[in-house]
């Protein structure tokens, strides 16, 4: 089983321009061609609603618009072209709280800097291969919670503490 | 995990699934040739990665000099953006105790806790020596003593 990464549209949505690189680096690696990049939360947005990407992948401290914001709009039925769009967060906060704060948003998959290829494809692969079921509810838009013990599987999360 | 009945479960569209995933091969040695293939892209990359740090560095050190000359919430939370912003970067740039150090400055940071000058001067400069001295490993006897002792006042904090 693969993925046919030339076949999928990435944004990649983080203020600081380094790990947009490493990041294209990484998706065209795995074969992506078509990889674009957003310096905020506004300028992904723009980009959500005219590049129609398939996948996702935003930091969460950004400058305006940050990625949580900007999950919640992509998750608006409302008024986003595209509400089922996998979000795969990519941030330096590794705490328990923020993985479900982001959980809440409507986040797909949570990756804690610095990312290893191998993580970020396994969580591609998981959103492509595994979609979750929607939820719809007062409040909240996105993929069906997993149980806390699995959210934050895979991730480095132990011992990290808040900032 | 159960639903409870106010929520509707919406079931996911399968577009991606059908548009780019292809059953054949194991799982395994797609994913190993696919990792390879971005590690190889991240080495050519590599070069240019001390000189993203330096400027990651500067800009921390640009952020803290303009909270020193005029301490305000705003200033404050630039210099937590910087310091969260080059803890996020670190790491994958090959200089984790830089991103070590960044992570205390950044909890210092956060918040509107007390935040001792002379405790953010030395963070600073700690992670401006590790980059210019190019302290790449976690296990620098030097560097990683000056990250436990900058991590053991910033506990007295709080």
């Not at chain 2, 479960?9 to 780019?20: G, I, S």
Request: aromatic share 6%; proline share 8%; charged share 25%.
């Amino acid at each position: 089983m693969r993925v046919e990464f030339q076949r999928l549209r990435f944004l990649v949505v983080d203020d600081d321009a380094p790990v947009r690189r490493i990041l294209r680096a990484m998706l065209e690696g795995f074969g992506s061609r078509e990889v674009y990049e957003a310096a905020d939360g506004a300028e992904g947005l723009q980009a959500f609603a005219t590049l129609s990407p398939d996948i996702v992948i935003t930091d969460w401290e950004m400058p305006g618009l940050d990625g949580l914001a900007l999950t919640r709009r992509v998750r608006d039925p409302q008024t986003s072209p595209n509400p089922f769009a996998p979000v795969i967060m990519v941030t330096g906060y590794g705490e328990r709280r923020r993985v479900l704060q982001a959980r809440s948003a409507g986040i797909s998959e949570y990756l804690v800097k610095p990312v290893s290829p191998r993580a970020l494809y396994e969580r591609i692969l998981g959103v492509v291969a595994r979609p979750r079921s929607f939820v719809r509810g007062p409040g909240y838009f996105g993929p069906e919670p997993r149980e806390p013990s699995t959210v934050s599987s895979g991730s480095p999360l132990s011992g990290r503490t808040d900032s | 995990m159960t639903v409870p009945p106010r929520f509707e479960v919406v079931p996911a569209p399968d577009t991606l699934r059908r548009k780019a995933l292809v059953v054949e091969g194991t799982m395994e040695e797609a994913l190993s040739e696919a990792v390879a293939r971005a590690e190889a892209a991240l080495r050519e990359l590599s070069p240019e990665f001390d000189a993203w740090m330096e400027a990651g560095a500067e800009r921390l050190a640009a952020a803290h000099r303009a909270w020193r000359a005029a301490p305000s919430p705003a200033s404050r939370r630039a210099l937590f953006r910087a310091a969260h912003s080059l803890r996020g970067q670190a790491g994958g740039l090959g200089y984790p105790l830089a991103g070590r150090i960044c992570a205390g400055l950044a909890r210092l940071a956060f918040g509107e806790g007390p935040l001792p000058p002379g405790l953010v001067d030395a963070h600073v400069e700690a992670v401006r020596a590790v980059v210019r001295e190019g302290a790449r490993s976690a296990d620098d006897p030097l560097g990683s003593a000056l990250a436990a002792e900058l991590e053991r006042l910033a506990a007295e904090v709080g």
